[in-house]
């Protein structure tokens, strides 16, 4: 009921910046809280960052100070600036949203979109 769309990965240097988008689309009201995770080759999926429907925001360690999670409600759509880039930042990020259908909790996850830190 819920559809993610991604946007905005790349290849950039060390220290440099990048801005991914998340659109979202269907029962976009039944939304809980959206957010930000990554997978890295042989690794597992992380949570980068959440922000809930009142707008109350989660980070990684990893990330503090550095990546900025904020919503455009108008548009339905989620983003995560990310500063400071690191080659350990380096990872396929997945949008991820989480809502409620009557008695269930669910989650809808973008395609993934990969983004590449050069040192």
């Known amino acids: 009921q819920v559809q993610l769309v991604e946007s905005g990965g790349g290849l950039v240097q060390a220290g440099g910046s990048l801005r991914l988008s998340c659109a979202a689309s269907?029962?976009?009201?039944?939304?809980?809280?959206m957010g930000w995770y990554r997978q890295a080759p042989g690794k597992q999926r992380d949570l980068v960052a959440r922000i809930t429907r009142d707008g109350i925001t989660n980070y990684a360690d990893s990330v503090k100070g550095r990546f900025t999670i904020s919503r455009d409600n108008a548009k339905n759509t989620v983003y995560l600036q990310m500063n400071s880039l690191k080659p350990e930042d380096t990872a396929a990020y997945y949008c991820n949203a989480a809502y409620r259908v009557y008695l269930s909790d669910l989650a809808s996850w973008g395609q993934g979109t990969q983004v590449t830190v050069s040192s």
């Open positions: 269907g029962s976009i009201f039944s939304i809980n809280a």
